[in-house]
């Protein structure tokens, strides 16, 4: 071999070291090259989460078989599992959060609990407003918050908003779980954002006026409330009547076939939305394997079953939701990043507590 030839081939063998490094820093930084497309097996990693759906846990078994990596599973109450991350700080052994409620996902952010993920997977498959802006978490299922009506004492042409239910026809007559509970904080959220803090204000005060009972229960308590006579329509999340009409709990599905399911706003700004949203903890040590969780459950398999079995409706417009859920009809979903959730959450804790929302 001539002295020429070995400069160019030891030139090759340079540049090619150069390029894997390349790759190498670029996996670091955003797992742009990781997650479904990577080709190594085993490992494990560990999630804490708030959800505690047999749905959940299947899916996890489905990942370990396809791809060998044990998913180790912690549960908690929401706010539990992210102070228990923010205590353990940098030797959490978490290396992903998966919650319910943009608003949720949004403190875990603002505590520096999070850390930004760049996956084309990921981002194909969540639409943009169903992420964070900085890429600190996506979600992967969605709930409608919406009303639900006696079927015996309310007809849909008398709903349209949710601005509407201020009016003096629904005095004493509208139920609605607390303002300590999230999903309230970010339907409120959703209507400064929408309509100003002002407004915002006005519309929580109205309904306070026009409650039927003091605030109370959860959603399916509203339902349960409207079915026994106490008020006649509730702000309720969708995936509450889907497990209510197939509970094995015979009063609740009596309950659930009493209401009728109305999507406000649907000539004006739309139906608020939220999300189970997931997100890669600052502490991840298996970060190339949460990621590659991450791109699954975003996925179109994984999303089919969140959809038929869980009555949530998918984040990943590619699939469809269960026969139920699209039996309602089509909506249109409120057009605002679900971030601004989590912004506009103190001023929404502010207004309930001015207005006496309890």
Not at 61 to 69: A, D, P, V, Y
Not at 191 to 219: C, F, H, S, T
Not at 242 to 271: H, I, R, Y
Not at 342 to 357: L, T
Request: proline share 3%; with cysteine; aromatic share 6%.
């Amino acid at each position: 071999m001539g002295k020429g030839k070995s400069l160019f081939l030891a030139g090759l063998l340079a540049l090619a070291l150069l390029v894997l490094a390349g790759c190498a820093a670029r996996s670091e930084k955003g797992g742009t090259t990781t997650g479904a497309t990577g080709t190594t097996r085993g490992g494990e990693v560990n999630l804490y989460t708030d959800r505690h759906y047999d749905t959940d846990e299947q899916l996890f078994q489905l990942f370990t078989k396809q791809t060998g990596i044990k998913v180790n599973v912690v549960k908690g109450e929401s706010d539990e599992i992210i102070e228990r991350l923010a205590r353990e700080g940098r030797d959490s052994k978490a290396d992903l959060l998966l919650v319910a409620d943009a608003g949720r996902l949004y403190r875990a952010k603002e505590k520096g609990l999070l850390q930004p993920v760049s996956s084309q997977v990921l981002e194909s498959s969540i639409p943009e407003k169903l992420r964070d802006r900085d890429k600190q978490w996506y979600g992967l299922t969605v709930r409608a918050r919406v009303l639900v009506y006696s079927k015996e004492r309310v007809k849909p042409g008398q709903l349209s908003t949710y601005e509407a239910l201020t009016g003096p026809q629904w005095r004493g007559k509208i139920l609605v779980r607390s303002s300590g509970n999230i999903y309230n904080q970010s339907l409120l959220a959703s209507l400064i954002a929408i309509n100003g803090e002002e407004a915002a204000q006005k519309w929580a005060q109205g309904i306070v006026a026009n409650l039927a009972r003091p605030p109370r229960g959860n959603d399916r308590d509203q339902v349960k409330a409207i079915a026994a006579g106490e008020g006649d329509v509730a702000i309720v999340n969708t995936y509450y009547i889907g497990k209510m009409l197939n509970s094995s709990d015979p009063e609740e599905v009596k309950a659930a076939q009493k209401v009728g399911v109305f999507f406000p706003n649907q000539q004006t700004s739309g139906t608020h939305i939220n999300v189970s949203g997931i997100g890669l903890t600052a502490a991840a040590k298996n970060k190339e394997n949460a990621i590659r969780l991450m791109e699954f459950l975003a996925g179109k398999q994984a999303q089919e079953q969140f959809a038929q079995a869980n009555f949530e409706y998918p984040a990943n417009p590619a699939v469809q939701p269960a026969p139920l859920l699209k039996s309602w009809g089509d909506f249109k979903a409120q057009d605002i990043n679900l971030t601004v959730l989590g912004e506009n959450n103190a001023k929404a804790v502010r207004i309930f507590e001015a207005v006496g929302w309890k």
